[in-house]
């Protein structure tokens, strides 16, 4: 039988209280491969979801009309995300998705400030 642990509040709190470290990636697809990114970005989503030690979370927002997609992940520290970049499960996903990007920037920032949830 396998037992459940929930954490009480103040131990998720904690966990909570150093900032995430943020990676933002643009996307721009190619004229006519907006569709085949977004499925092949979720399938890898679908894919490591769970499985990458340090992420505390991601989002992708697309604009199908501009052909863009925008990726945010927070990791735990630089040293997760750094990891996360070097990992297999990324850079073989990196390399099914170029031939269908036409522009892309990735950077790391800080979070300036936050309200609410997103």
């Not at 979370?57 to 052909?67: H, I, V």
């Not at 750094?82 to 522009?103: G, M």
């Amino acid at each position: 039988m396998t037992t459940l642990t929930i954490p009480d509040r103040a131990t998720v709190a904690a966990a909570l209280s150093d900032p995430p470290v943020f990676s933002i990636s643009i996307i721009q697809t190619k004229p006519g491969r907006f569709d085949e990114f977004v499925a092949l970005q979720h399938a890898q989503f679908m894919r490591v979801r769970g499985q990458v030690q340090g992420v505390r979370g991601s989002r992708m927002l697309k604009s199908p009309a501009k052909g863009v997609v925008v990726l945010i992940s927070s990791f735990e520290t630089a040293q997760d995300a750094e990891r996360f970049r070097r990992d297999p499960r990324f850079t073989e996903h990196l390399e099914r998705v170029q031939p269908l990007i036409d522009r892309a920037e990735a950077m790391p920032v800080e979070l300036a400030y936050e309200m609410g949830l997103i």
